[in-house]
């Protein structure tokens, strides 16, 4: 493992560029009023814990106050983490005031906590940590868990019996918990969904989604994370009839409205905003289709039709002009779509499928969403190979190997902070990299956890959930126990 030779910040440069070569990007400068973007920690002084889509614009008086705060506390801005991917779905962590490099090749938690197992990544509101798991004795039962940021200890538990049958990997639950306004929203391996109240746990109300809308559970399970917009939470549930979105009420569970036929993928539903409005991106086994909201109402479908099975995992992710929208899939490749004003019919620019799952063009990821920069895609291949494609055409950049070892659905996780992408592996190696059209840099690296799940095939454990980076901390998770450790940059 190369974790002892870089475990200083010394940087190493990796990656034979393929095709022509890109730029360098520009150093972003940092503004200050950026501070106050986005402060869903904040919510706490109101009580509230969370994300908010209904949320009233702060007034100037307040911004300025929490800008001066902030610059009285060295300009240093924490943020959480309350749903799957960060703030925005975006895989974007936006805090200030954090590590440039590990000073050790092991990285020490400031608290552990035991946990069940499970592929569930953590999340965190207010002072507050959320995870599922799933024990077996003494009956199988998943569990969603409250912690104390801060310390680690329990808040509170709420477990219900559930029987898996007929899903592969079995470990535990794949969702990742959801918070809003003091709710949490938990979705289980086999359907069930809990709202729950962040300040006890109490059950506010609990549905059987695959019974109550007459769905089929995939082999590798119900995956994709619950979406929270205004008073509404969206699942992606593969239901009939024309209920593979069903969105409810967060505040009875009653069903709002229902959308599109076919099953489920694996692919969490997104929020973004196009054409001046926000809509919801959702990537299912037959669509990948854009909604509004509050109505359900379809803008546009584009039909969508799997190779072998369904094995769309990524979330869709669309370029830095919201013009570009690109897929991938283990079997299927890539796809890169041209999104028309005026919520048109989406244009196929091109696909990337290769021969076989070994040979493959383009790009095959599994589990993990690429990135997209500055006109190029980076991300994991299907046997952890990591590329770089040239986003206009789809054509190999650069690969590099020396990431992950060979192995099927090897997989990497990627946020962008700044100009840094931080990458958590399945091995439980954290680095701080450059990517860029010449190579994969690697500023940083240590380990950061003990991979424990046990995979077919691997002659190794892996550990496939993806953390929360919340609090200048990362939160993260194997099949014994959740560790908190602390990224704030000393003052």
């Known amino acids: 493992m190369p974790d002892e030779c870089h475990a200083r910040g010394s940087a190493s440069f990796h990656g034979v560029p393929r095709g022509r070569r890109g730029r360098f990007p520009a150093p972003r400068k940092a503004h200050v009023l950026q501070a106050v973007a986005w402060l869903p920690a904040a919510n706490q002084a109101s009580g509230e814990i969370g994300i908010s889509a209904s949320r009233p614009a702060h007034s100037a008086g307040l911004a300025l106050a929490l800008g001066v ?17 960060g703030p925005g779905r975006d895989g974007v962590w936006r805090e200030t005031g954090i590590i440039e490099s590990f000073s050790g090749a092991e990285l020490k938690p400031v608290w552990t906590a035991p946990v069940g197992p499970g592929y569930t990544g953590p999340t965190v509101a207010g002072d507050r940590v959320f995870l599922t798991d799933r024990v077996t004795a003494p009956e199988p039962q998943e569990r969603v868990l409250c912690f104390d940021r801060a310390t680690g200890a329990p808040r509170w538990t709420h477990a219900y019996p559930c029987v898996y049958r007929d899903i592969d990997y079995a470990l535990g639950p794949r969702a990742a918990v959801t918070v809003a306004d003091g709710r949490a929203f938990a979705l289980g391996a086999m359907g069930h969904a809990h709202c729950l109240d962040v300040a006890d746990g109490k059950v506010l109300w609990a549905r059987d989604l695959p019974a109550d809308f007459h769905a089929s559970i995939n082999v590798w399970a119900v995956t994709a994370a619950p979406l929270v917009v205004g008073n509404l939470v969206i699942f992606q549930i593969g239901g009939e009839p024309d209920a593979c979105l069903v969105a409810l009420e967060v505040a009875t569970g009653k069903e709002r409205w229902r959308a599109l036929g076919g099953r489920a993928s694996y692919s969490s539903p997104r929020l973004v905003r196009l054409d ?30 799997p190779k072998n099975m369904i094995l769309n995992v990524p979330d869709p992710v669309l370029d830095e002009t919201g013009r570009n ?8 490749g890539s796809h890169l779509y041209a999104l028309k004003p005026g919520f048109g019919q989406p244009e196929l620019r091109w696909r990337r499928t290769g021969q076989s799952e070994r040979k493959t063009d383009g790009l095959h990821s599994t589990i993990m969403t690429p990135l997209i920069r500055d006109g190029h895609a980076y991300g994991i291949d299907s046997y952890g190979q990591m590329r770089c494609l040239d986003l206009a055409t789809g054509d190999r950049v650069w690969e590099d190997t020396s990431l992950l070892a060979n192995g099927r659905w090897a997989t990497a996780h990627f946020v962008q902070h700044g100009e840094h992408t931080w990458i958590t592996t399945e091995k439980g190696e954290i ?33 496939w959930s993806h953390p929360a980076y919340a609090h200048r901390s990362l939160f993260a998770r194997n099949d014994s126990q959740l560790v908190c450790i602390s990224l704030a940059a000393e003052r």
């Open 69 to 85: 705060a902030l610059l009285l506390a060295g300009g240093a801005r924490a943020d959480d983490w309350p749903q799957w991917r």
């Open 276 to 305: 001046g409005r926000d809509v919801v991106l959702a990537w299912t086994a037959s669509w990948i289709a854009c909604l509004e909201p509050a109505t359900g109402r379809v803008l546009w479908q584009e039909p969508y039709k």
């Open 325 to 332: 929208l690109f897929l991938t899939a283990f079997y299927d």
């Open 431 to 463: 680095v701080i990299a450059r990517l860029s059209p010449r190579g994969f840099e690697r500023m940083s690296s240590a380990r950061f956890i003990t991979p424990e799940t046990k995979l077919r095939g691997r002659d190794h454990p892996i550990a």
